[in-house]
């Protein structure tokens, strides 16, 4: 299996070295050449423990990685997961949640995070050098990539976070964490001004060179197809076709559920689920993406306007017209939007469409009187997505993060103190250590090349 940039100006690389290099040197997202299609594979796959199916999935897409230690990076990745099921799909009265959040940080991104760790220490374990990972959050990344990384031999990750704009709760879960290799910026901004610095930062090949930089970011295909194995391992619960509903910032996470489908999992229709910032669900209802300004909510993990992920989906929108991809891209930085003819055509799989705060809250208090269960924020607006549409198919909503992650918010929507959870209370009396710094690349730069090793 061989990678290819999205802008099409890289020669194809195998996967050892996608995982190293993240994002591809002309600035474009790593795509695999083509995608297998499984299809005839689901039923010998059904009732897999989850880390079998991720080896069966996985080294689809990993094939220059012996099968033994793909094996044993996959155990060693679950073996974090405080639940034996990794990823549970509990069942309610007409909904069906699946938890991705029982990692070590208590969001989905520990899921494929967790992996990627394991990946980075086996294939640099065999060359001389550090990595230095640059990454960026709007709340949930930076923690699970620290856990992933921390105390990792030959890798040092700083992680830029938009100051003052994510729970305290995920902010402390980054600064708490005082390994000589971690490194937390709170930057004067919005995250999508960390994800811009980020991405030009990497886009200054002599400086990404030098420092050896990689990604941890979903620009980082790994993390995409390890997602991938999530979607199948709920699909295959049930014997018709499903649906899935999906928090949606940087369309990761449900572009993932778009290539499952592609690969011939049986996925009826993806509710794409945003909340006031709907740059995504505007496009899937008018063609046009056009840039906001970004708001803050009670899902700050999903309070971005340019979604870095998107990018691979318009390519193969675009039948892998690289040319006409750039043009797009173009427009956009110029203009602040962009726009694709016969919208209709976007790809009917999609449901989009923008949850308010009200709503989110109002969701998060009825699920909790109907069924006892807890969402947080961001779980509750993929909920509250979902029950806008009349699907035929079973639907499973996507629960993102555990709602202690976000107490303020889900204890007011409840009336009580439901949202708790004995390691992240620990948290608040924690000695932590950040160093905020201005929305400017050169400041960023300057700390990195006064800190990496």
Avoid at 101 to 110: E, I, V
Avoid at 115 to 141: C, K, M, P, W, Y
Avoid at 306 to 318: H, K, M, P, Q, T
Wanted: proline share 4%; hydrophobic share 45%.
């Amino acid at each position: 299996m061989r990678y290819i940039s999205t802008r099409g100006g890289m020669d194809p690389v195998r996967f050892r070295e996608a995982v190293i290099i993240g994002q591809a040197p002309d600035g474009g997202l790593l795509l695999p050449e083509f995608l297998p299609d499984v299809s005839s594979d689901l039923e010998g796959w059904r009732g897999l423990a989850f880390e079998d199916l991720a080896f069966e999935v996985v080294r689809l897409f990993a094939d220059d990685i012996d099968d033994a230690v793909l094996k044993k990076i996959l155990k060693d990745a679950f073996e974090t997961f405080a639940c034996e099921d990794r990823v549970p799909l509990v069942q309610l009265d007409g909904l069906n949640v699946l938890e991705l959040f029982h990692g070590p940080t208590l969001a989905f991104k520990d899921v494929a995070l967790q992996v990627l760790g394991g990946l980075f220490e086996h294939i640099l374990g065999g060359q001389t050098g550090r990595l230095n990972i640059l990454g960026a959050t709007s709340g949930d990344t930076g923690s699970a990539a620290i856990a992933a990384v921390r105390g990792r031999p030959n890798i040092d990750i700083f992680v830029l976070f938009p100051e003052g704009r994510t729970s305290l709760m995920q902010e402390l879960q980054m600064t708490t964490v005082l390994d000589d290799n971690v490194h937390c910026l709170g930057i004067d901004g919005t995250f999508d001004d960390c994800q811009e610095l980020m991405k030009s930062i990497f886009n200054d090949l002599a400086f990404k060179e030098k420092y050896r930089l990689g990604a941890v970011n979903s620009v980082n295909w790994a993390r995409v197809v390890v997602q991938v194995v999530y979607y199948i391992y709920a699909a295959l619960k049930f014997k018709e076709p499903v649906s899935f509903s999906v928090p949606t910032g940087n369309f990761g996470n449900v572009f993932a559920g778009y290539l499952a489908r592609s690969m011939g999992v049986p996925i009826d229709r993806l509710v794409l689920a945003t909340n006031k910032n709907d740059i995504l669900a505007r496009f899937f209802e008018t063609g046009i993406y056009a840039r906001g300004t970004v708001q803050h909510t009670l899902s700050p993990s999903m309070d971005i306007q340019v979604a870095s992920n998107f990018e691979r989906f318009l390519y193969l929108y675009f039948n892998g017209d690289s040319e006409r991809l750039v043009e797009f891209l173009e427009t956009f930085h110029e203009r602040g939007s962009a726009n694709v003819d016969h919208v209709d055509s976007v790809e009917p799989l999609f449901l989009a469409t923008s949850v308010g705060e009200e709503e989110t809250v109002e969701t998060i208090k009825s699920t909790y009187a109907a069924h006892g269960y807890v969402l947080d924020p961001h779980s509750a607006v993929g909920v509250a997505a979902a029950s806008r549409f009349k699907l035929t198919s079973p639907l499973i909503s996507l629960a993102t993060a555990h709602p202690a992650k976000f107490p303020d918010a889900v204890n007011e929507a409840i009336g009580q103190e439901v949202a708790t959870h004995a390691e992240l209370e620990r948290l608040v009396s924690q000695a932590t250590r950040k160093t905020v710094l201005a929305a400017d690349e050169h400041a960023v730069k300057n700390y990195l090349t006064e800190n990496a090793r």
